[in-house]
């Protein structure tokens, strides 16, 4: 993808306050790790030459997927134009790993930042091909107005980071 | 208002406008102006709305054949789909789960009783889900905040988004307080929040089967969308090993494609933001491990790397379990229903709701029956519980409009309500005092029509009675004897000024001063002294009721205006256009009258004169309704050759016409310009804004919705108070101008009431010769 398309990603997320970083697949690990705050759980990242470092808990029980206060999880493509991430449903728990702790790190590859809507339905209908078929399209932080004022981290994260690989 | 007098009616919509009546108009007020920025800031929204409504149109014309291809979908995921003919089926479809599942796994948490956490849905709100799952001995707690705080409180939803927006942030914290007791009383959103965070999240650790609704369900792949902000539906999707994921019929789409501009404007139209925080789309059983916080130390993920091996051939892990409950409950008679087949294609945004300057008064408590609440509630609530609890509210809906450009798939929700309002009538008893309209009323319509509306459908009758007699008719309207028996028969309060009828009309004016000859002799004139637009056009001016016997004078300066641009008129005495009728929901007489129109109007279309218009309203029932009413050629031939009176000074001026002919400002006088809500609709408020501008004037428009009046609406005494509610709004925003003009009737009856001064139309403000108040 054009790097225009990852600054158009980029300003969509700066309006949702979620801040994002390029970073090389040599330098992930290390970024990942100051931005996870501990106690961290996570879902093993798919990217060649990327893992996640040693103090992000993977195949975390349930105790430590309660107390965990930050979830590390690849997503399969992010949508520039709303600033989205698509989280899918693994058997690797990327979906409760993104959802339960208070901040959510979602790493993705510079070639699977998507322009807009349209090519993430592309590449959605491809997945489902593939029996990928249980995504959530995340945009954001967790929100709710419904006790009078907007407040951020209701039922899901109240924080959120986004690690694009720039060489994967 | 089958079911309560006028009186209790009055009372309930004042106890409304006091208790909730601030909160409401707060948030849905604001979602609504949100609304039109996104709206505004998307490119291809109408390329997009027009897309979401073929494909709905497109599903519910296949409905049978999507409902087998879902199960089949579903039942090859792994899981289970359940159609439900009612309530009752669909609620022990879903109790026999929870127990048969509590049987198997034995309950899970601390306690002995069966629990469900749920996400919001509407669906279950109109089958008194949680009230029947209780009754079977099963704890349920809604998750989404907004439905718990309505759970606390024992409350009902009040909006189909919002469902405790008729809720401040105070009240919500005293009610929390007084039931939690916290160590340290609750003041903040963000104390609430997290409080409601910590408590809801033990809940759906430990619950035993997690039930949400379904925005969409896609039908080939068996995939249910949750859109949410919160993260609720997520959570109680995904954590216990049994969901339950109930959704109307209508719900189905066929394709993922299909899917995706619906995902691109529910956001946009329900809270305008550009789309929701969490899209959630699962095809269930999903391959996410099932989360047993019973056991904290096993990892949640069990055996991942034979998990993914089991998933890759396409099997789920297998501790999962989903059940997928369709309901009926009247959808396929709706479906059948022609009027009501279009609410079938609602994706329940709300946007309606938000629009509606009535609804931002007093929300769904008052604009709502059993379930459904705003302008498309009406439609529900007759297809799924019937006329009567649509009845209760659906004199809520003026007809204004405003809602039709809010709605994401296009529905004609004014319409519906039209159609719902005529069957009302008809079902209804007849009653007595029909004597005193029976002389007035030379309607069609059967039944025990309410003579209220009955006067209000036939007031071109009762104009022309009250004209002929005036000034006598309007000394005796104003009595206060009269005015008494105005109201207890007619329900008119008697608080509001009733339109004083002139003695001569409009079409007696025009011919006393030399009708189509003269006025001929007089443009001819003014295309001498070049002010004209060369164009060779002739205008029939309709006399709608109000300019034909009340306000004359716009219907005068509307002739001097295009006289003086050089364009001939004829006002000839022509029939009422059925505006009214339709606003009683009176069909058959509203037919009647449009079909005497056209064929009095035939001659001058097929003669190549323009009809001009300048009741904003009866413009739109050509342009709008007539396509319910006439053959379609006669409709085309009405559409293309009508005008609003401005709309077409406007064309003129483009085509050459000098506006030196008429009284023009000093290029900056300021103007405050109340359009008309139908007249927005059709997008006339542009053209009447330009020629202000052409003409001198700096005009300002206003943003409220509507002025309140709306037609008869605002006369009658159960709704007097919600009608000043809704007014004041407006008068709030244009009385600092010096001049203040509006092109309805009532929004001009309304501003004059309110600003106690007048609110001349725009077309007297341009006329030739000085505007005097």
Redesign the interface.
Known sequence: MTADTVGRFERALEGLEVGLERVSAADARERIETIAQEPAVGAPLPFEGVSLPESVTTEPTSAELEAARTGVTPVGFAIAEYGTVAVESTATGAEPISLYPERHVAVVAESDVVPNISAGFDRLAEGFADGRDSVVFATGRSATADMGDLVHGVHGPGDVHVIVLEDR | MAQRTRSQQADRIRHLLETEGEAIHT?ASASNARRYETYGATDDIEALRAEARSIKEDAIDRLPDLIDTVKNAVEANGGTVYVADDAADANAYVSEVVRTETEENGIAGDGDTPSVVKSKSMTTEEIDLNDALEADGIDVTE????EW?LQVADDTPSHIV?P?MH????E?AELFNERFDPDEPFE???E??RF??DH??ER??AADVGITGANFVVAD?G?ITLVT????A??CA??PDTHVAIAGVEKLIPT??D??PF??IIAKSATGQ???????????P????T???D???????GD?ES??A???D?NA?GDRDFHLVLLDNGRTDMREDDQLRETLYCIRCGACSNSCANFQSVGGHGFGGETYSGGIATGWEAGVHGQESAAEFNDFCTGCTRCVDACPVKIDIPWINTVVRDRVNRSGDPESYDFLVDGLTPDVEEGGLDPGKRFFGNIGTVAKAASATAPVSNWLADAGPVRGLLERTLGIDRRRDLPAFQRESLVDWFEGRGGPEASSRRAERAAARENGADLDREVVLYPDVYTNYVDTDRGKAAVRTLEALGVPVRVPDLPESGRAALSQGMIATADRQASKLYAALAEDIDAGRDVVVVEPSDLAAIHREYERLLPERSVEQLRTNSYEICEYVYGLLENGADPSALSTGDGAEPVAYHSHCQQRTLDLEAPTVAVLERCGYAPETSDAECCGMAGSFGYKREFYDLSMDVGERLAGQVEGAETVVASGTSCGDQLETLLERDVPHPIELLAPGEYRT
Do not use: C
């Open positions: 948030h998750t989404d905040l907004g705080v919002g405790a809720l401040s942030r105070p919500i903040t959103a963000e609430l929040t409601a965070r809801l999240g759906i650790r792949s995939t902000n919160e993260g609720n997520r959570k995904v954590t993922l494609s899917l995706e995902v691109d550009p789309i929701s925080q969490y899209v959630t789309m699962l095809s269930p999903t391959d996410s491990p989360l047993d916080f056991d904290p130390d096993e990892p949640i993920t991942w998990a993914e089991a998933s890759a396409g892990t």
